[in-house]
């Protein structure tokens, strides 16, 4: 069946440097991704969103790059900070009302 | 700006009760509104959407219901909590494409 996956459960950055979230799918129909950020005990926070007919995008400190050929999609963070330690999700749009999520990557700032 | 509550914050409920968590959003008109749960350590699972006013589409066969009485209220219903309905529900809205969650209610059943 499709799936949206995220290659690596866990991610350990040094304060300062930049990181690199990565993101599988596997439906082909998916014209839109999203990522959101979720820290413990609270509800996923929209970080950047990006259309298949783009690939890359860039926010505040965030980036998104789309790759359809390989559908992947990753999130990069730069001068990673403390307050970004949280579980990344990434998230596709197969249609209007679904948003399939995989289970999240873990990053975890060291000081 | 748009808002979204969600209350209880936390909830312990015995199984066999019922429950009723209620969403509300504001700052916003007929907006799509979602209930998902997230398992411990997990992603998020789609379980009811509404596009209007006693409009409820439901994703997974279960124990539990949705009903949407006013256009900015979602509450998410069961007669009979089950230990496997325990969680973090996750009420969300959307216009277009993109979802914002609500702060979630997390729910033991004992």
């Known amino acids: 069946g499709e799936s949206v996956g995220l290659h690596l459960p866990t991610l350990s950055v040094q304060e300062g440097d930049n990181s690199i979230i990565n993101c599988a799918y596997s439906n082909s129909a998916s014209d839109y991704f999203i990522w959101y950020k979720q820290e413990s005990g609270k509800g996923p926070q929209f970080i950047i969103d990006i259309r298949s007919n783009m690939d890359k995008r860039q926010g505040q400190r965030v980036t998104v790059l789309l790759n359809k050929t390989v559908k992947h999609l990753s999130l990069q963070i730069a001068a990673t900070q403390p307050g970004d330690s949280a579980v990344y999700f990434c998230?596709?749009?197969?249609?209007?009302?679904?948003?399939?999520f995989g289970a999240g990557t873990t990053v975890t700032v060291r000081a | 700006s748009q808002t979204i509550h969600q209350w209880p914050a936390t909830l312990v409920q015995p199984v066999g009760s019922p429950l009723s968590l209620e969403c509300t959003v504001e700052g916003t008109s007929n907006p799509n509104l979602y209930w998902y749960r997230q398992a411990a350590g997990r992603g998020l699972q789609l379980l009811f959407y509404s596009v209007g006013i006693g409009q409820i589409s439901s994703e997974v066969p279960q124990n539990l219901s949705a009903s949407r009485p006013q256009d900015r209220q979602f509450i998410l219903s069961s007669k009979k909590l089950l230990l496997s309905d325990s969680g973090f529900y996750l009420c969300?809205?959307?216009?277009?494409?993109?979802?914002?969650f609500g702060p979630g209610t997390r729910l033991l059943v004992l």
């Open positions: 998230a596709e749009t197969p249609d209007d009302y679904k948003l399939s």
């Open positions: 969300a809205w959307s216009h277009q494409l993109a979802r914002y």
